[in-house]
T-cell receptor
Framework: DGGITQSPKYLFRKEGQNVTLSCEQN?????MYWYRQDPGQGLRLIYYSQIVNDFQKGDIAEGYSVSREKKESFPLTVTSAQKNPTAFYLC????????????FGPGTRLTVL | DQQVKQNSPSLSVQEGRISILNCDYT??????FLWYKKYPAEGPTFLIS?????DKNEDGRFTVFLNKSAKHLSLHIVPSQPGDSAVYFC????????????FGTGTRLQVTL
């Protein structure tokens, strides 16, 4: 089955701890994205990557970091610098950076206690 | 600065009737528009899209209309079914850029029996 997997589904962390969210795709897509969803708000872009070993900041990158060492993987680290980390995090991918249709993973609900 | 707006946070429609979801945008550079459907605690799934060179695109029960002069698009679902109950997001992008999507805040559709 081709698709995007995110793990874990639910994640709890103590305030001040860094946490890394996993995103893996086997769709052979070049581009990958991380979004954050908060209640009553749309999806906001955190980081995106058009190709391996390259990534750009989205609209709300502060307090987050990413890496893109492999085509299939785009992990997101939520650092202690992120002031409001509790949210629903969504990873997506698209065939190339010029293709607008993005395919989303199931999401990770992060709760910081 | 909300470049994509969905002014109706919720909509209730009877089964079998037409559902009309609206979306407005402010950025005249947007030339590709998409609708996504999202169930709670899941990732959004792509529904239908439209390029700015068209004013209508149809796929089964789903039709998207684009009015460029008014910077307005709408999604029509006919006939509405209970399984259509979900949150619908419109999104916009500029073709040829990094395929970044700008999302609206979503409209929750409830299809009642």
């Amino acid at each position: 089955d081709g698709g995007i997997t995110q793990s874990p589904k639910y994640l709890f962390r103590k305030e001040g701890q860094n946490v890394t969210l996993s995103c893996e795709q086997n769709l052979n897509h070049d581009a990958m994205y991380w979004y954050r969803q908060d209640p009553g708000q749309g999806l906001r872009l955190i980081y995106y990557s058009q190709i391996v070993n390259d990534f750009q900041k989205g609209d709300i990158a502060e307090g987050y970091s990413v890496s893109r060492e492999k085509k299939e993987s785009f992990p997101l680290t939520v650092t202690s610098a992120q002031k409001n980390p509790t949210a629903f995090y969504l990873c997506a991918s698209s065939g190339t950076y010029t293709v607008s249709e993005q395919f989303f993973g199931p999401g990770t609900r992060l709760t910081v206690l | 600065d909300q470049q994509v707006k969905q002014n109706s946070p919720s909509l209730s429609v009877q089964e079998g009737r037409i559902s009309i979801l609206n979306c407005d945008y402010t950025n005249s550079m947007f030339d590709y528009f998409l609708w996504y459907k999202k169930y709670p605690a899941e990732g959004p799934t792509f529904l239908i899209s439209i390029s700015s060179i068209k004013d209508k695109n149809e796929d089964g029960r789903f039709t998207v209309f684009l009015n460029k002069s008014a910077k307005h698009l709408s999604l029509h679902i006919v006939p509405s079914q209970p399984g259509d109950s979900a949150v619908y997001f419109c999104a916009a992008s500029v073709t040829g850029t990094a395929s970044k999507l700008t999302f609206g805040t979503g409209t929750r559709l409830q299809v009642t029996l």
